[in-house]
């Protein structure tokens, strides 16, 4: 098992940077395929971005593409995401996630914890 604490949410007006960090402990952050997930007042749960075990591979949906980049410092035990270009449509809650089974989804349902969300706004 591994808890996850994410950090690094605020204000931010539109074009602006910001980056998240998702700090874990008790467990070895490498066993885990690792997420960030947004959610909008009103929405469901969407994926942002993930990154594989050792950071080889990485996905993003394709409205962050270019902008998003998400990386992980096993050491550090810690998981990044950096968000250039912020847009008000990228306001939400994020949540980091993590998923023993390495399943790939982009669906939460197989992350198997969760951190307990920072809130990022974009202002226009």
């Known amino acids: 098992q591994v808890q996850l604490v994410e950090s690094g949410g605020g204000l931010v007006q539109a074009g602006g940077s910001l980056r998240l960090s998702c700090a874990a402990s008790g467990g070895t952050l490498s066993r885990y395929s690792m997420a960030w997930f947004r959610q909008a007042p009103g929405k469901e749960r969407e994926f942002v971005a993930r990154?594989?075990?050792?950071?080889?591979?990485?996905y993003y949906r394709d409205s962050v593409k270019g902008r998003f980049i998400i990386s992980r410092d096993n050491v550090k035990n810690t998981v990044y995401l950096q968000m250039n270009s912020l847009k008000p449509e990228d306001t939400a809650v994020y949540y980091c996630?993590?998923?023993?089974?390495?399943?790939?989804?982009?669906?939460?349902?197989?992350?198997?914890?969760w951190g307990q969300g920072t809130q990022v706004t974009v202002s226009s």
């Open positions: 996630a993590a998923d023993e089974a390495n399943s790939g989804s982009y669906s939460p349902d197989p992350y198997d914890y």
């Open positions: 990154i594989s075990r050792f950071g080889a591979s990485t």
